[in-house]
Structure formats: structure tokens, C-alpha cells
């Protein structure tokens, strides 16, 4: 099995932001913690690449995200204030996904 997590997930969020984002970490160390998995399992994603993000946004939203320009319904619908360690973890969340659906895909057909 293969797992898929980075400290990248983990966003610095003001005080008071409602989004639990400690949840990621306890999460991995509950699991760590039970056995579920092996130290080996556990795997660092890529980020998606441009090419895999336009896939599901145009191209003028994949340039405001990555330059910091979201007007503030654009960061209101994102939930977390735009920060370089945002897009970060966005992109690693994307690519983790996807590693996820290919290891799946690859166990399926072999």
C-alpha cells in the first residue's frame, strides 16, 4: 500500500481560522501509530504540473493562484488566505491525488 503525505499540507493559518489544519498531521501519526502501514509506505508526493492542473482550470485562474492576483471571491471559495505555501500545498494535494489514482490503476491492471 501506498500512502501519500507531506508537511506541505499542513498550511500557517491566522488565529482563529476555522479550517482544522492540525487534523493532517494527528491523522498520519494516529496511523503510524496503529500499524496500518509501514514507514516505507508513506510517500512524499510530486506537485502536479501546470499541465495536469489545466486539466480541471483554465489558464488565467492557474496564473492568479500562482502569482498571488485571486480577486477575494476567488480566495473566499478557496477557503485559505493565498500565501506561496498555499499554491504549495495545493499542488502537492493534486499531485498526491493523482500518484494515489496511479498506484491504484497500476495495482489494478498488474
Do not use: N
Amino acid at each position: 500500500m501506498k500512502l501519500y503525505y507531506a508537511d506541505h499540507f499542513v498550511l500557517p493559518l491566522p488565529a482563529g481560522h476555522r479550517f482544522p489544519m492540525e487534523k493532517y498531521s494527528r491523522l498520519r501519526a494516529r496511523l503510524r501509530d496503529s500499524g496500518l502501514f509501514a514507514d516505507d509506505d508513506l510517500r512524499v508526493p510530486a506537485a502536479a504540473s501546470d499541465a495536469e492542473i489545466l486539466r480541471a482550470h483554465d489558464a488565467g485562474y492557474l496564473q492568479r493562484v500562482a502569482g498571488g492576483t485571486l480577486d477575494a471571491a476567488e480566495v473566499r471559495r478557496i477557503g485559505f488566505p493565498w500565501s506561496a505555501a498555499m499554491v504549495e500545498r495545493s499542488r502537492r494535494s493534486a499531485g498526491a491525488t493523482l500518484a494515489a489514482c496511479r498506484s491504484a490503476l497500476d495495482r489494478e491492471g498488474g
